[in-house]
């Protein structure tokens, strides 16, 4: 689908990838928002042309030849620039990614997924919901602190000055109780995941994506 004249966009149930044609002046690599509660997670980007026929549009011959051309800082400038945020905007341009061919007409394709994060404070119960026909996939997990801040209400300084607080159980427990399943609910407690720092108030982190049941890899 050809989205305002600025990429090609092609949404496969697990990863996404998507495709934007290079511009010589003002060209962005517009990856769409995440849902609400999600983020981007970043697995490849290339920079660069590998056939001859994406994005050849209105394009001389001359400039489809090259088929070997590859940027080397593409993955680390995604990356750099989206993971983590919701959405994220990245100009595809030899000012960002370097030319690795002079004079081939190049695009940049990114592949990523939308994760859900979830933060559940200690005493309460995380739950993980896909939609239907989906199935939970546990991709982090972490029972402790990291932060003064988070799920700090009400608690006194000397119950969140261990920010160095992780449970090791933390990723084998969520991932036994949800992967797979299209919904669950796990205890945010020390008798699950064992008490990785006495006297300091956790709170359970869980990244997670929704894949569709029946997807082959």
């Not at 050849?56 to 993955?75: H, I, M």
């Not at 005493?123 to 700090?152: E, F, M, N, P, W």
Request: glycine share 8%; charged share 15%.
């Amino acid at each position: 689908v050809d989205v305002q004249g600025i990429g090609y966009f092609l949404f496969v149930c697990f990863f996404i990838v998507e495709l934007i044609c290079s511009k010589f002046r003002h060209s962005y690599s517009l990856i769409p928002s995440s849902g609400e509660g999600q983020v981007l997670v970043i697995h490849g980007a290339d920079y660069g042309r590998h056939d001859k026929t994406t994005c050849s549009d209105g394009r001389a011959a001359s400039q489809l030849q090259v088929v070997q051309c590859s940027s080397p800082t593409s993955n680390d400038v995604v990356a750099k620039s989206c993971n983590g945020k919701n959405s994220c905007t990245i100009p595809a341009s030899n000012s960002v990614f370097g030319d690795p061919c002079v004079g081939t007409y190049k695009y940049l394709e990114v592949v990523y997924t939308c994760q859900f994060q979830t933060v559940t404070c200690e005493g309460s119960q995380a739950k993980l919901q896909c939609g239907k026909g989906q199935i939970l996939v546990i991709h982090r997990a972490d029972y402790g602190r990291h932060d003064q801040t988070t799920c700090s209400n009400l608690q006194s300084d000397c119950m969140l000055r261990d920010v160095l607080c992780s449970s090791p159980e933390s990723i084998k427990v969520v991932a036994e109780s949800c992967n797979g399943k299209n919904s669950c609910t796990i205890s945010a407690t020390s008798s699950v995941f064992g008490n990785p720092c006495f006297g300091t108030y956790k709170y359970l982190e869980v990244d997670y994506t929704c894949q569709c049941k029946y997807l082959k890899q």
